[in-house]
């Protein structure tokens, strides 16, 4: 396991930032909703799903649904690629960071996270995620280092949680911002839910062809 980071990673900003470790509970469905609470089930943060005709679409908001970031994904792009922007925006003038695959055939689940000066993506990246949605262990990594700022876990129950369907927890490490994290999550889990809808569209469009030569 990575060492937890004590150096501040705030991205979005510093009332997102606590200087000791969190876990934050987030319930989410299969189209991209988040609900984001603390363990004492204080509302924190929402995400929702606002798809346009060409994109695939995540709006990050405050617990007075102020819109924070949104989240969008670049079409025509042989790495996958996702792309922040404060507030509503979707201008370029308005970038705060970008996601992206390291490599078009994936053999191990990672992606890199550019900030806004660095969307070149020739350099070192800032973030890194390594993990399965699917198993709910995704890790966030400062840089290309094994200092962790964020890592995900199967919710469980307990006093507190008597439903743990829809939920997972994530530890945020000291001085690391959780909303920058659920950020990262949120694009995470568009992009599963991207890859199950193609992988849906193909395993119809075969059984189609089988049924026409049937």
Known sequence: MGQQTSNQASVIG?????????????ESNSKGKFVVTDTENKLMLKVKPCDSTFHHQRLLLSADDKPILM??????SSHTRWNAFWGKSTSNSDLAFSTKTPSIIQFRKSLHVFLANKTSSKGVCDFKIKGSWSKKNCTIYMGDSSTIIAQMHKMQKSKKVKSAKGKFMVTISKNADYAFVIALIAIVHAMKSTEDEYAEQITASVGQVIGATV
């Open 14 to 26: 510093h009332q997102f930032v606590a200087p000791y470790p969190i876990d934050i509970i987030v």
């Open 71 to 76: 989240l969008r994904d670049k079409i025509l």
